[in-house]
């Protein structure tokens, strides 16, 4: 478990994606965000 500072307009944009109903609360936005730039950073070419 981590803390993490997060800019209101981008808390306002993870309650955007929340209200698709597509995810169930602002950490399974975040969790799928970080697993997207990982895949995608490793995509490129790059090791973590």
Do not use: C
């Not at 399974?28 to 970080?34: F, G, L, S, T, Y």
């Amino acid at each position: 478990r981590i803390t993490v500072r997060i800019p209101e307009d981008i808390l306002e944009e993870i309650d955007n994606f929340l209200k698709t109903g597509k995810y169930s609360s602002r950490s399974e936005v975040i969790r799928h965000a970080i697993w997207e730039y990982v895949k995608n950073y490793r995509k490129e070419g790059y090791e973590l």
